[in-house]
């Protein structure tokens, strides 16, 4: 007994304790990443700053979307190549690379803002980049150290990445607008409702936005440098099954005989395309991106009709980034219990509900009520699309195949500008703009509902029941 205390279950607990560190250090790493949801809360002072300051005078908020439409794009585009580094320099040095890239173009956005094409350049497609090489690796990392609570893992890291904006909204507010002034310039009548920052009422705001970014690259630095002393490569005996090797001869069963033998089971990426359950899928992100894309980027500027308290707008942010956080779980819970359909289905009806209703709030609690549960939905769909993914399609190219989902993401936020823009030249109002949401949620509610649920034989029991929700 004392030598199964000293050699097997000593270095266990002595792992499991490890695990959590490397845990804690992919969601530091996360938080900073997540940083993307604080757009909504930054663009204002973006905007102003570029009509007031550089020669783009003429620039509307409907312009800038297109800084979190190309996050959105190269987060996407780098996803899958983050996966091929993995395997080849390893996790760190992947997760390195990409954490520089994201807080580099932040630092160097100080510079770029002068010109709206280099923020784009910058702070829009570059930041992406280093999101998405930096993503999954963090997270499959954590798993590899704690395997028996795959679930509880994906879940945490992933809620990091929601929990972003809750730690940099009241920074950037503070840093930039510490008096709690709010925007009152209106340029042209016909748009009231787009109200920015303007010289010289306002220049001291306005000073501060460019330094904006070498702050926050200053606490991107710091919580990723720690983040990555933090991470560590598990042993390589290390593998599931509660810590023991691969090669353990418990592990020689029946069940992992099956798991090996039915490994073809899986789907290729090249097969997957051929499936209609994908293509259900992908429209399914694709509809949901809609309304995703509207409230990140513009649940701000709505907000500023009535509510005339910066400090409490960027409180609603930090709050919402909290819904948003906590529903990656919630709706993660829901889909194991009740299956993908059941649980987008509901997703996609409650997310519509909520943009029809919002149009008949006049109350800034109110507004923060629904902005609360706005980004609680938001959530959902990065915790039951890879879920069902990994279902469908099996888990042998689960990274791959729900790259290729997430593709959906890219060009919905490439769509989703493009309305915006189309909306504002024929002066759409925000009420009639948010029940076009509602019925972008309203086809993808009735497009889930053709999803035929096939459980691949290759996926294990651990996997049926904890889902990996790989990107965001």
């Known amino acids: ?48 700053y570029l009509r007031d300051r550089t020669s783009f005078s003429d620039i509307r908020f409907t312009d800038t979307q297109w800084i979190l439409t190309l996050m959105v794009v190269g987060q996407g585009t780098t996803m899958f190549i983050g996966g091929l580094m993995e395997p080849k320099i390893g996790a760190r040095w992947t997760i390195f690379i990409g954490c520089a890239i994201h807080t580099s173009v932040t630092a160097l956005s100080y510079f770029s803002i002068s010109s709206f094409y280099g923020l784009i350049t910058t702070y829009g497609v570059l930041f992406g980049f280093g999101v998405g090489i930096a993503y999954s690796p963090a997270m499959t990392l954590a798993m590899k150290w704690l395997p028996t609570y795959k679930g509880v893992v994906a879940g945490a890291v992933v809620a990091g990445f929601g929990l972003g904006a809750m730690v940099f909204n009241p920074i950037i507010t503070v840093f930039i607008n510490p008096n709690n002034t709010s925007p009152t310039y209106v340029p042209d009548p016909s748009h009231a409702d787009e109200k920015y920052f303007h010289d010289p009422e306002d220049a001291e705001i306005l000073n501060r936005v460019p330094k904006c970014f070498l702050v926050m690259a200053g606490f991107f630095m710091v919580l990723q440098a720690a983040g990555n002393l933090l991470l560590k490569k598990p042993p390589p005996t290390f593998q599931d099954y509660h810590g023991q090797s691969e090669d353990s001869p418990s592990l020689q069963t029946s069940d992992s005989a099956n798991l090996i033998e039915n490994e073809e089971a899986d789907l290729s990426p090249s097969q997957v395309l051929r499936e209609p359950d994908f293509w259900i899928l992908w429209f399914a992100f694709f509809c949901n991106n809609q309304g995703i894309c509207y409230c990140s980027t513009y649940w701000k500027k709505v907000g500023q009709n009535f509510i005339s308290d910066d400090i409490f707008l960027a409180a609603i942010g930090s709050a919402g980034s909290i819904g948003n956080a906590l529903s990656r779980i919630f709706w993660g819970a829901i889909g194991d219990r009740f299956g993908y359909r059941v649980g987008m289905g509901c997703l996609q009806l409650i997310f519509g509900c909520l943009y029809v209703v919002m149009n008949f709030v006049t109350s800034k609690w109110g507004y923060a009520f629904f902005v609360f549960f706005l980004f609680f939905c938001i959530g959902g769909s990065f915790s039951l699309l890879p879920a069902a993914a990994v279902r469908n399609f099996g888990t042998s190219y689960s990274t791959a195949n729900y790259g290729l989902v997430f593709t959906s993401a890219a060009i919905g936020a490439l769509v989703n500008v493009g309305l915006m823009n189309l909306f504002q030249s024929v002066s759409l109002s925000a009420q009639h703009i948010q029940w076009i949401m509602a019925a972008f949620l309203c086809a993808g509610f009735i497009n889930t509902f053709f999803f035929n649920f096939k459980k691949r034989r290759a996926a294990s029991a651990e996997t049926r029941y904890n889902p990996i929700p790989y990107a965001d």
């Open 1 to 48: 007994k004392q030598w199964y205390q000293r050699r097997v279950r000593g270095p266990r607990m002595n792992r499991t304790r490890r695990g959590f560190l490397v845990l804690l250090g992919a969601v530091l790493i996360h938080i900073t990443l997540g940083v993307l949801y604080c757009f909504g809360n930054f663009s204002t002072y973006i905007v102003s």
